[in-house]
T-cell receptor
């Protein structure tokens, strides 16, 4: 029973490029959450998705960031035109139902050079 | 979600019980207490949660005071691998927030040999 899988584990992008982070939830989980952890800071909620729907995106930056969770395939967090300030660890969590405990992946560490 | 207060750091000797306190004096009747930990920038790991009764699982015990204004996470026999940042999170289960978590600063627990 595999846990939440995130890939890549490490991603290096030059300023202005696009970053795509993938998250495959645990089997049977249809709820996905993305969090960001800036260096030396705490985890901050970004977005909550259920299959094909964005439920809560109150933590998403207004520009350049988007997320999707299609009917088939992993959830994608997309960052367009990356800047140095986007360098962080991005964690995905999943849960089987709306109000059950969420389980986290190991994260993707994005470095913008 | 109710705000929580935790000591920034604690030390514990290996093999002894680690008791991590959390104050949540503004907790509402429908808010749950969750504990997660993050070991050296890995993905957060779910530990335990409860509403008003004490809870125990294979990892830890959760003691919630009768007025629910504070709680204690107990690791009965701490090992070096329990060194981590421990987060106490209080959250309401709602339609829009799902299993969303609001992380504070947490407590850095260091288990010493």
């Amino acid at each position: 029973n595999a846990g939440v899988m995130q890939n890549p584990r490490h991603l290096v992008r030059r300023r202005g490029q696009e970053a795509r982070l993938r998250c495959s939830p645990m089997k049977g989980h249809s709820h996905v959450y993305w969090y960001r952890q800036l260096p030396e800071e705490g985890l901050k909620f970004m977005v909550y998705l259920q299959k094909e729907n964005i439920i809560d995106e109150s933590g998403m930056p207004k520009e350049r960031f988007s997320a999707e969770f299609p009917k088939e395939g992993p959830s994608i967090l997309r960052i367009q035109q990356v800047v140095r300030g986007d360098s962080a660890a991005y964690f995905c969590a999943s849960s089987p139902a709306k109000n059950t405990e969420a389980f986290f992946g190991q994260g993707t560490r994005l470095t913008v050079v | 979600d109710a705000k929580t207060t935790q000591p920034p750091s604690m030390d514990c000797a290996e093999g002894r019980a680690a008791n991590l306190p959390c104050n949540h004096s503004t907790i509402s009747g429908n808010e749950y207490v969750y504990w997660y930990r993050q070991i050296h920038s890995q993905g957060p790991q779910y530990i335990i949660h409860g509403l008003k009764n004490n809870e125990t699982n294979e990892m830890a015990s959760l003691i919630i005071t009768e007025d629910r204004k504070s709680s204690t996470l107990i690791l009965p026999h701490a090992t070096l691998r329990d060194t981590a940042v421990y987060y106490c999170i209080v959250r309401v289960r709602s339609e829009t927030s799902g299993s969303r978590l609001t992380f504070g600063e947490g407590t850095q627990l260091t288990v010493n040999p």
